[in-house]
């Protein structure tokens, strides 16, 4: 089974949450040693078992993944863990989330707590909610996104990042100012559902959650299991326009009729080499790139 198939959906009721695997990610922002011991400590102190298991790299992660999806998970890692299980070609079982990444936009567009303590006890009693994904094509291959797919300024600072994990700070600053350095807009050609047009934009976001990237509020009214993709586009903007475009994401604004915000099933995309497509934090190249919502694809557990 490919991890774009549709996984079946259970209820708690139906899984078992009193012997779970924690997975911790070794190179998490937050990560540190003794972590993945600390939260399995804490899930027998909240009545449960714990085994545990360590990864740091996307093959190792595949091998530990369980055979069983009726048996809970537990990752303990940020963004980048679960876009990694999202992607791996088995069948997904029930995720519970500790987020100890630097952006954590997962948990926070599902309401999981940030605190370790707090996350642990959702992982325990928490109930199992459907999460969409994002199937990303492109004629050389195939990944699923969880948080989105970029293109534009973004998508050109991501393709400057060099660091181990996401959140280095410094790696982060100075991509983002090579990106400004070099701005320009993206002319593109977008379709949604089959209608076509041609635009230019500082920015683009296809999401499935509110929150993407570097702590941005990208889509603040996306539904993470509404079977749609949310078609962010950011009309072109200088330099100045671009780090004022940056502050209002973060604030969750958009500034209308300079940019809009859609729904869409299906999208296409083409740049004719004018942007990379980043989906979450993968690069897929120049496109074209066809996009379509993978609806309930994964059951992330959340406050109950």
């Known amino acids: 089974m490919h991890a774009h198939q549709r996984s079946r ?6 899984t078992s949450v009193s012997h779970l695997l924690v997975i911790g990610n070794r190179n998490a922002s937050g990560a540190r040693p003794g972590l993945i011991d600390d939260v399995a400590s804490m899930i027998r102190q909240a009545g449960g078992r714990a085994a545990t298991a360590c990864t740091g790299s996307p093959d190792e992660f595949a ?14 890692g ?26 954590n936009n997962v948990a926070s567009s599902l309401g999981i707590p940030l605190s370790p303590a707090e996350a642990v006890r959702v992982a325990v009693g928490g109930r199992a909610r459907p999460l969409d994904l994002i199937v990303a ?18 998508a050109r600072a991501r393709e400057r990042f060099r660091a181990c994990n996401s959140a280095h700070p410094a790696a982060a600053v100075m991509a983002g100012l090579g990106a400004l350095a070099t701005h320009r807009a993206t002319r593109l050609e977008l379709e949604l559902d089959g209608e076509s047009e041609i635009l230019r934009v500082s920015q683009m976001f296809v999401a499935n959650l509110p929150w993407y990237g570097p702590r941005l509020r990208v889509a603040p009214h996306a539904d993470p299991d509404d079977g749609l993709l949310d078609v962010v586009t950011l009309g072109p903007r200088g330099r100045v326009g671009v ?13 209308p009729p300079l940019d809009r915000a859609r ?8 740049t004719d080499g004018a942007s990379p497509v980043i989906a979450d934090s993968t690069n897929l190249g120049t496109g074209p790139v066809e996009l379509w919502s993978l609806p309930r694809a994964l059951q992330m557990v959340v406050p109950s």
Request: charged residues 25%; positive net charge.
């Open 78 to 103: 940020g963004d980048g863990t679960v876009h990694a299980a999202a992607n791996i070609p088995r069948p997904h079982p029930e995720m519970a989330l500790i987020p100890v990444g630097g952006a």
């Open 243 to 255: 780090v004022r475009m940056m502050r209002d994401l973060r604030q969750g604004r958009l500034r």
């Open 263 to 270: 729904r869409s099933a299906r999208v296409r995309i083409t």
């Open 63 to 76: 091998e530990i993944w369980p055979r069983d999806p009726e048996r809970r998970v537990v990752l303990v």
């Open 9 to 14: 959906t259970r209820s708690v009721a139906g």
């Open 137 to 154: 094509s492109t004629p050389t291959r195939e990944y699923v996104a969880v948080e989105g797919v970029s293109v534009g300024y973004l």
